[in-house]
């Protein structure tokens, strides 16, 4: 009996190799993607708690002290505070508004009917770019906003 010991001819195993490449680039790319998708929710993440504690710092300051610049403060357009919190490799820009928004009482109120109450809505905005010194792919300037509406002592 005859043994057939034939192998594999050079055009076949350049077939399973480029197949072998093409699911590993696959593979590679998802998991890149993946990758990016996940830093981006967290910074987004932490691009709104950033936004949410200059909010509350800045109530909490305001409440303490009743000449602080927030209650005479009443532009939608022009900041009444910026600045730029660190957390961890990203840098975090605030800008914090604060506008007047009158209201009428209702009859059953504390103030007499009719009378204007004074209410302010504060709006925080937070932005940032990324942690590294170049920019990401597909990772532009993100956003995150804080607003909340208080009543002037």
């Known amino acids: 009996m005859e043994r057939s010991l034939r192998g594999y001819n050079l055009a ?6 480029g197949l072998a490449v093409v699911v590993v680039l696959a593979l590679l790319g998802v998991g890149l993607s993946a990758t990016r998708s996940n830093r981006k929710a967290t910074d987004s993440v932490a691009g709104q708690l950033v936004a949410d504690m200059v909010l509350e710092n800045a109530l909490h300051a305001a409440a303490k002290d009743s000449a602080d610049p927030l209650w ?12 730029t919190v660190q957390v961890g490799a990203t840098a975090f820009d605030y800008r914090t508004f604060a ?17 204007p109450l004074l209410m302010k809505k504060v709006d925080v905005e937070v932005s940032w770019w990324n942690g590294d010194q170049a ?19």
């Not at 076949?12 to 190799?17: C, G, H, K, Y």
């Open 12 to 17: 076949e195993i350049i077939l399973a190799v």
């Open 99 to 115: 506008r007047n928004v009158p209201v009428s009482a209702d009859a059953g109120s504390s103030p007499p009917p009719g009378a």
């Open 135 to 153: 920019p990401r792919e597909g990772y532009g300037n993100l956003k995150a906003y804080a607003t909340r509406t208080i009543q002037v002592p």
């Open 72 to 83: 005479a403060a009443n532009s939608g357009t022009a900041p009444l505070a910026t600045g």
